[in-house]
């Protein structure tokens, strides 16, 4: 079992920056894969970047390259999502979530946390 816990969310202006953290317990992350989700209200959860260590393989939306950046601290057992730039297309509830593969597919992540808020004002 993996307990995942987010935090590092707010409300920020357009333009500005966020970092996110996920903190891992009960396993080490370093033997998964770990995925950002967010979920605007009244839109699905969707896909936002992942990250294959073992691989050394990133992913990531879209409409989030080039300014958001997945990152871990293997001793803090944490992993960090960077957000630059961030636009109010980026505000939702955001998620992380650990897998054995490397996927945008939310459904194939076993463990999530419980999300952690993001407010983008234009």
């Known amino acids: 079992q993996v307990q995942l816990v987010e935090s590092g969310g707010g409300l920020v202006q357009a333009g500005g920056s966020l970092r996110l953290s996920c903190a891992a317990s009960?396993?080490?992350?370093?033997?998964?894969?770990v995925g950002w989700f967010r979920q605007a209200p009244g839109k699905e959860r969707e896909f936002v970047a992942a990250k294959d260590w073992s691989r050394s393989i990133s992913r990531y939306a879209e409409s989030v390259k080039g300014r958001f950046t997945v990152s871990r601290d293997n001793a803090k057992n944490t992993v960090y999502l960077q957000m630059n730039s961030l636009q109010a297309e980026d505000t939702g509830t955001y998620y992380c979530a650990a897998a054995k593969a490397l996927s945008a597919v939310a459904y194939e992540y076993e463990y999530w946390g419980q999300g952690t808020q993001v407010t983008v004002s234009s």
């Open positions: 009960g396993r080490t992350l370093s033997s998964y894969v």
